[in-house]
């Protein structure tokens, strides 16, 4: 099973800066399985990203993601205040079908 | 654009069964892998399985025995069952729908939480 570690823990920036978020994994996979999703307080997890770089339906653009192998990030360009919120990775592999998410990013507002 | 509901009892005693039930509106129930994911209070996500509308299953090895996850295509539902519940089994319950090809949870249900306490 691979392990995804995700870091920061937290972060701590201003609406307006830049946030780069990373998700590591203990052993190489196709791009196509790693997702990204936000979760706000109190709300389901809302995909953001699949397929490492593919935004989800109406998500902006501010949002995107890249890596390979083992190394993935998602990139905030300019933070909106809606942006700060928990965010995870996650991998699909097989077989046999399984899912499995990072412990999580918290961007907080600095 | 796909919508979930989802309910089930929400109190528990250790040793009971958890059941859940999610229905899927206005969407292709057949065009999804529809999962199950729970997540403990203030920890990350854990996924606990998947149906089709065929009802072929695949589940996490580490829920695998007690868990069982079924589908009623006629009503686009799907239920999960977890037996034999501890205080581990406390988490808010969110079930979830991937597209066909896309290997990520597209639409999710609001979430129910379940207490496991004697």
């Known amino acids: 099973e691979i392990v995804l570690t995700q870091s920061p823990g937290t972060l701590s920036l201003s609406p307006g800066e830049r946030a780069t978020l990373s998700c590591r994994a203990s052993?190489?996979?196709?791009?196509?399985?790693l997702a990204w999703y936000q979760q706000k307080p109190g709300q389901a997890p809302r995909l953001l990203m699949y397929?490492?770089?593919t935004r989800a339906t109406g998500i902006p653009d501010r949002f995107s993601g890249s890596g390979s192998g083992t190394d993935f990030t998602l990139t905030i360009s300019r933070l909106e205040p809606e942006d700060f919120a928990v965010y995870f990775c996650?991998?699909?592999?097989?077989?046999?079908?399984?899912?499995?998410f990072g412990q999580g990013t918290k961007l907080e507002i600095k | 654009q796909v919508q979930l509901q989802q309910w089930g009892a929400g109190l528990l005693k250790p040793s009971e069964t958890l059941s859940l039930t999610c229905v899927s509106y206005?969407?292709?129930?057949?065009?999804?892998?529809w999962s199950w994911v729970r997540q403990p209070p203030g920890k990350g996500l854990e996924w606990i399985g998947e149906?089709?509308?065929?009802?072929?299953?695949n589940y996490n090895p580490s829920l695998r025995g007690r868990v069982t996850i079924s589908v009623d295509t006629s009503k686009s539902q799907v239920s999960l069952k977890v037996s034999s519940v501890t205080a581990e089994d406390t988490a808010v319950y969110y079930c979830?729908?991937?597209?066909?090809?896309?290997?990520?949870?597209?639409?999710w249900g609001q979430g129910a939480t379940v207490i496991v306490s004697s």
């Open positions: 206005d969407g292709s129930f057949s065009g999804y892998y």
């Open positions: 979830a729908g991937q597209p066909t090809g896309v290997f990520a949870m597209a639409v």
């Open positions: 052993q190489s996979f196709d791009s196509r399985y």
């Open positions: 149906i089709n509308h065929r009802g072929t299953t």
């Open positions: 397929a490492t770089s």
């Open positions: 996650q991998h699909y592999e097989r077989p046999p079908p399984m899912y499995t």
